[in-house]
């Protein structure tokens, strides 16, 4: 069993940064992939980026490409997402995410429908 814990989110003015990071516990994290997925009022939740299980393999959504960067510290069970450039269409929830498929090989994923554990949420506003 997986418990993923967000934190991080907040208020931002146009262009600045947050960093969210997602703690996990569970000793199995480290064999996992994980993702960030988003969701905005009224719309379905996206998946923003996603990492393999030790970090070599990732993606990005084309909508943050170029200014979200997804790591993980294994050693320290934690995922993270560094946010640039933010702007007031990355307003959402965003959840982290882990996947127990495929474990120990160089996939990621990117549908909801593969991701097994699920963390509760932390909000990003963007002002313009």
């Known amino acids: 069993q997986v418990q993923l814990v967000e934190s991080g989110g907040g208020l931002v003015q146009a262009g600045g940064s947050l960093r969210l990071s997602c703690a996990a516990s569970?000793?199995?994290?480290?064999?996992?992939?994980m993702g960030w997925f988003r969701q905005a009022p009224g719309k379905e939740r996206e998946c923003v980026a996603a990492?393999?299980?030790?970090?070599?393999?990732?993606y990005y959504a084309d909508s943050v490409k170029g200014r979200f960067t997804v790591s993980r510290d294994n050693a320290k069970n934690t995922v993270y997402l560094q946010m640039n450039s933010l702007k007031p269409e990355d307003t959402a929830v965003y959840y982290c995410?882990?996947?127990?498929?495929?474990?120990?090989?160089?996939?990621?994923?990117?549908?909801?429908?593969?991701?097994?554990?699920w963390g509760q949420g932390t909000q990003v506003t963007v002002s313009s």
């Open positions: 995410a882990g996947s127990g498929r495929s474990i120990y090989s160089g996939r990621y994923y990117t549908s909801a429908d593969d991701y097994d554990y």
């Open positions: 569970g000793r199995t994290f480290s064999s996992y992939a």
């Open positions: 990492i393999s299980w030790n970090g070599g393999n990732t």
